[in-house]
C-alpha cells in the first residue's frame, strides 16, 4: 500500500472525526468523539440494566441496601443533572465491582464492600461509576467502534481497488487491527477510567465525602492488580490511579469543605462485609 493509500484513509478519518466530534464531557471540557444519542444509549443502559437484575441472585440485606442507596442518592444529588432516573441494586456475588450504566442505572456487588470498608470508600467507587455516565463514556466506545470498523472497511476497499495480494491485505490488515487497538481503543479506555475516577473524586467531595478515602481505597485495590502490562490494560494501573487523584485532591479538599453537610468516611459497612479482603 503506498502512501497515498494511507493519505486518503488518513483524511476520510480525520474528516469524520472533525464533523463528529461535536461533544463536550461535562468537568473535564475534554472534547468527544459521538455518534450516539444520549436518548439511545439510555435506551440501552435501561435494557442491560433489566437484564443484569433478571440473570443476577439480588443481595437480601437490608443494611448493605440502604448503604449502597444512601451514598447513591447523595451522590447522584450533587453530580451534573443529566435527567437521569437514578436505580440502585445491590447484588450478591463474590465479584468484585460495580457499574453504573447510561441513565443512572447502578449496580454494586457484595464482593466489593470488603474493599471499601466506609461509606466514603463506596462513594469514590459509586462516584466513579456515575462519572462513567456522565461522561457518556458509553457512547463514545460506541462511537469510536463504529469509526474503527468504518475504518477497517475503508482499508480493505483500497486493497481491494489496488489489486494486492490476499495474503498481504490480511497481514496489512492484522496490523491496522493491532495499532487501532493498542494505539487506539485501550489508550482511550484508560482515559475513560481516570477521568471518571476525577469526576468521581469532585463528586464525592461535593456529597460531603472525605476525598481522601478515595485514595485509600485505590491503594488497598492495588493488591488485585495484575501482571498484565499497563498498555495492554484497559484499566491504568490502581498505584497510578492512586497518585493522579493524590495531585487532585487539594481541589476536591476544597470542594469537601464548602459541602453544606460533611460525613467524612460515614459509617462501616455492615459488619458481614468487614472481613479483610484477600489480596
Known amino acids: 500500500m503506498n502512501a ?33 444519542s444520549e436518548a439511545q444509549e439510555n435506551q440501552l443502559g435501561a435494557q442491560a440494566y433489566a437484564e443484569v437484575k433478571g440473570s443476577e441472585k439480588p443481595c437480601t440485606d437490608p443494611a448493605a441496601i440502604a448503604l449502597v442507596e444512601r451514598v447513591g442518592r447523595r451522590l447522584a444529588a450533587v453530580a451534573p443533572n443529566k435527567g437521569f432516573t437514578y436505580e440502585f441494586t445491590v447484588l450478591e456475588s463474590q465479584t468484585i465491582n460495580a457499574f453504573c450504566l447510561p441513565g443512572g442505572k447502578v449496580a454494586v456487588y457484595t464482593g466489593i464492600l470488603p474493599w471499601c ?31 474503527q470498523q468504518a475504518g477497517g472497511q475503508t482499508l480493505a476497499a483500497i486493497l481491494e481497488a489496488r489489486g494486492v495480494a490476499p ?8 496490523g ?50 495484575g501482571k498484565t502490562p499497563t498498555f495492554l490494560s484497559t484499566h491504568p494501573a490502581s498505584t497510578d490511579r492512586a497518585a493522579r487523584l493524590q495531585a487532585k485532591l487539594p481541589e476536591a479538599q476544597a470542594l469537601y469543605q464548602a459541602a453544606p ?12 462485609y468487614r472481613a479483610k479482603p484477600a489480596g
Not at 15 to 34: E, S
Not at 167 to 174: F, G, K, Y
Not at 201 to 221: S, V
Not at 262 to 269: A, M, P, Q, R, S
Request: hydrophobic share 45%; charged share 15%.
Open 261 to 272: 453537610q460533611k460525613f467524612g468516611v460515614g459509617e462501616l459497612v455492615p459488619e458481614k
Open 167 to 174: 495474503t498481504n491485505s490480511q497481514l496489512v490488515m492484522l
Open 4 to 36: 497515498r493509500c494511507w493519505i486518503c484513509c488518513l483524511i476520510i478519518t480525520g474528516l469524520t472525526l472533525c464533523a463528529a466530534a461535536c461533544a463536550r464531557v461535562d468537568g473535564t471540557n475534554r472534547q468527544q468523539l459521538m455518534l450516539t
Open 117 to 147: 470498608q466506609d461509606e466514603a470508600s463506596l462513594a469514590a467507587v459509586l462516584g466513579h461509576e456515575i462519572g462513567h455516565a456522565i461522561a457518556r463514556h458509553g457512547g463514545e466506545r460506541m462511537s469510536q467502534g463504529t469509526l
Open 176 to 225: 491496522f487491527n493491532a495499532g487501532s487497538q493498542y494505539l487506539g481503543v485501550l489508550p482511550y479506555s484508560r482515559q475513560h477510567e481516570l477521568e471518571a475516577d476525577y469526576l468521581g473524586l469532585i463528586y464525592m467531595a461535593k456529597a460531603g465525602y472525605d476525598p481522601t478515602a478515595a485514595i485509600g481505597f485505590w491503594q488497598r485495590f492495588a493488591a488485585l492488580s
